[in-house]
């Protein structure tokens, strides 16, 4: 595919991926102002506590074939009947397992609850082995158009619901329900819509081809989600169901913000990195210029958040989550490296490098786990805090090396192109919590100004240290812009 070609691709994707996500976030910044003052804290811990068997039974259910067929340059229809199959029965054994086990993982946490809410909840894994080779089509060719509008629609209808419900008190209940209804309606748009339907067939060839990349994205991604979610079964055993659920609050917030603009990149970076496997240098390219932007819009925002957090929080969703505050601070350095995190470890998938991928994961995330355990058994819920951003750095640093060692953009040459937006960054955070430490203004008064005068420090650092992000913007944007003008004005005519 021509560098034109795929240029415009990306750009269109990125383009519908990002409406797709403005909406989500959209809804879900709503969604979390209206149920915060509708929930307690205690109803977000219980769904917090269950996340690891969640994650976990996902990515059994996606087995690594995700990775595998958009990797592929053309996956064929026998390749999309055999990883449905598979996906359909293996959902269905994880599903029975996580029913009959329900009762023993509530009496880990000591909340009899939970047995119900899991086996309502675990549901989603069999909707989700349902949807997934219909959205893996869409993404493999850049049908982003599509996703966006289900996606948004999506995010409408269960919004609604769950306000609904909470308002009605549900409770826990009104979360689940968001979480099946957020399964289940784009599972059944896809299927009436995406015109694809599986062959009665089971290929073994494709699926030993397909999973011998598979497996190592399978077991890279486990030990990913065991690492990223430690923490909550952690602090589901050993404290309660409210710190939990303040933990919960504070880092879906932070996520809200750092993994947002990320995650509208990784939506398109995999299949883009896919096309451009054989060509290091293109792929270099492209690396240096989705990690700029990304670090251009993320790392100031987590630090400006950083600043502002208190007014922003009892805003969001008033003075009875004031506990998750000093949380949500913490977590935000968290964002600094989670937001590139992606970005990099997608290359080397991408290169197929499955094998390369799992032995660096058993190293990282292993070290990842040990690190959060000794944290909050040494120092407490701050002592995990503080590990979970080590952790999110060490991976970071993991990612860009393999990215330096397989890519040929050296790690050194990463930091630097980084460097300037990081300090840029830092200085206006330090610039200005001292500029206004000598004054007492109320809470919000002084949340306005402090982000005025952070984004036009901000700004001016930009200004004056010209790092060239934001020519790597306009170059990416004033064409698709043009391009929607001219069809527009043809349209007219």
């Given at each position: 595919m021509s560098d034109v070609s795929l240029k415009q691709q990306a750009v269109n994707g990125v383009a519908w991926a990002t409406v797709r996500k403005l909406v989500q976030v959209s809804i879900s910044f709503i969604s979390g102002i209206i149920l915060a003052r509708l929930l307690m804290p205690e109803d977000y811990g219980?769904?917090?506590?269950?996340?690891?068997?969640?994650?976990?039974?996902?990515?059994?259910?996606?087995?690594?074939?995700?990775?595998?067929?958009?990797?592929?340059?053309?996956p064929t229809k026998e390749d999309y009947s055999t990883v449905f199959?598979?996906?359909?029965?293996?959902?269905?054994?994880i599903y029975i397992i996580l029913f009959f086990a329900s009762p023993l993982i509530a009496d880990f946490y000591h909340i009899p609850l939970l047995s119900k809410v899991l086996r309502v909840?675990?549901?989603?894994?069999?909707?989700?082995?349902?949807?997934?080779?219909?959205?893996?089509?869409?993404?493999?060719?850049?049908?982003?158009?599509?996703?966006?509008?289900?996606?948004?629609?999506?995010?409408?209808?269960?919004?609604?619901?769950?306000?609904?419900?909470a308002y009605n008190g549900?409770?826990?209940?009104?979360?689940?329900?968001?979480?099946?209804?957020?399964?289940?309606?784009?599972?059944?748009?896809?299927?009436?819509?995406?015109?694809?339907?599986?062959?009665?067939?089971?290929?073994?060839?494709?699926?030993?081809?397909?999973?011998?990349?598979?497996?190592?994205a399978l077991l890279t991604s486990l030990l990913s989600k065991i690492s990223n979610n430690?923490?909550?079964?952690?602090?589901?055993?050993?404290?309660n169901p409210t710190l939990m659920g303040y933990y919960s609050k504070a880092h879906s917030t932070e996520r809200l913000a750092s993994q947002t603009i990320s995650d509208v990149f990784s939506q398109v970076t995999f299949p883009l990195y896919s096309e451009l496997q054989d060509d290091c240098e293109r792929m270099k390219n492209a690396i240096k210029k989705i990690t700029g932007l990304l670090a251009f819009f993320v790392f100031p925002l987590m630090?400006?958040?950083?600043?502002?957090?208190?007014?922003?929080?009892?805003?969001?969703?008033?003075?009875?989550?004031?506990?998750?505050?000093?949380?949500?601070?913490?977590?935000?350095?968290?964002?600094?490296?989670?937001?590139?995190?992606?970005?990099?470890?997608?290359?080397?998938?991408?290169?197929?490098?499955?094998?390369?991928?799992?032995?660096?994961?058993?190293i990282k995330q292993s070290i990842g786990i040990l690190a959060v355990i000794i944290g909050l058994v040494t120092y407490g819920i701050y002592g995990l805090l503080l590990a979970i951003v080590a952790r999110a750095w060490f991976v970071y640093f993991v990612n860009a090396y393999l990215v330096s060692k397989y890519v040929g953009?050296?790690?050194?040459?990463?930091?630097?192109?980084?460097?300037?937006?990081?300090?840029?960054?830092?200085?206006?955070l330090l610039v200005t919590y001292f500029a206004f430490s000598p004054f007492s203004l109320s809470m919000y008064v002084d949340g306005f100004f402090k982000l005025i005068f952070f984004g036009t420090i901000y700004l001016i650092g930009i200004k004056l240290f010209k790092p060239g992000v934001l020519n790597l913007a306009m170059s990416l944007l004033i064409p698709f812009v043009k391009e929607k003008f001219r069809m527009a004005k043809k349209k007219d005519e």
């Open positions: 219980c769904i917090g506590m269950l996340a690891i068997f969640m994650q976990v039974s996902g990515a059994f259910v996606d087995g690594g074939f995700g990775s595998a067929l958009i990797q592929k340059k053309q199959f598979w996906n359909l029965s293996i959902s269905g054994i909840q675990g549901i989603v894994i069999i909707l989700n082995a349902l949807l997934f080779v219909q959205s893996n089509q869409l993404c493999k060719k850049f049908k982003f158009k599509k996703l966006a509008i289900v996606n948004s629609s999506t995010s409408v209808i269960s919004l609604l619901v769950t306000i609904y419900m549900f409770g826990v209940w009104s979360l689940v329900t968001q979480n099946l209804l957020m399964s289940a309606i784009p599972m059944l748009c896809y299927w009436l819509t995406n015109r694809w339907y599986p062959s009665l067939s089971f290929s073994k060839k494709s699926f030993r081809e397909l999973f011998s990349f598979g497996l190592y430690i923490q909550g079964l952690l602090l589901g055993h050993f404290y630090f400006v958040l950083i600043l502002v957090a208190k007014p922003v929080f009892i805003l969001l969703y008033s003075d009875r989550w004031l506990e998750s505050i000093p949380y949500f601070q913490v977590l935000c350095l968290t964002g600094l490296a989670a937001c590139l995190q992606a970005v990099n470890s997608q290359t080397i998938a991408a290169m197929g490098m499955g094998k390369v991928m799992f032995q660096w994961a058993v953009y050296k790690m050194k040459t990463q930091l630097f192109d980084l460097l300037p937006i990081l300090l840029i960054s830092a200085i206006s």
